[in-house]
């Protein structure tokens, strides 16, 4: 079936990307929407890559496997936050951080919404807010 067609594709890209040294890096995104946003994020991401939203279980995945982007993206909702968790090479966990960041924050920048990323050494990743948004041309 197509579901595992493309589930077989994701776990051959994930061993493939784990040649290298991977590490991780989670945001708790504070909203009282998440599921919306991990919906959201998952559908936008998926004309691009691939990317699903499970409704049911209220999670997520992306596989990023472009130029400066390369990793997976999980997505999970608990209450009051939707959670960011990205695994890549140590490489390509800024560009990363920036285009799920980004565009999350795009997406809720009526209500405020912030990431910020603690890295899997307890030091701190990017940090991304309405205000870091680029102006509109206009």
């Given at each position: ?41 998952a559908s ?59 565009h999350l ?5 009526k209500d ?27």
């Amino acid at each position: 079936t197509a579901t595992t067609e493309i589930y077989t594709l994701s776990v051959v890209r994930q061993r493939q990307m784990c040649i290298r040294d991977r590490t991780k890096s989670i945001a708790h995104v504070s909203t009282e929407r998440p599921g919306r946003y991990g919906k959201q994020l998952a559908s936008h991401f998926s004309a691009k890559i691939e990317a699903w939203w499970d409704a049911d279980s209220e999670t997520g995945h992306c596989v990023f496997d472009r130029e400066g982007a390369r990793g997976t993206l999980d997505l999970s909702v608990e209450p009051g936050a939707l959670v960011l968790d990205i695994d890549a090479a140590e490489e390509e966990l800024d560009g990363l951080e920036n285009v799920v960041a980004r565009h999350l924050v795009g997406f809720g920048k009526k209500d405020g919404l912030k990431v910020a990323f603690v890295r899997e050494d307890g030091s701190a990743g990017l940090n991304f807010a309405p205000e870091d948004l680029p102006a509109k041309r206009g």
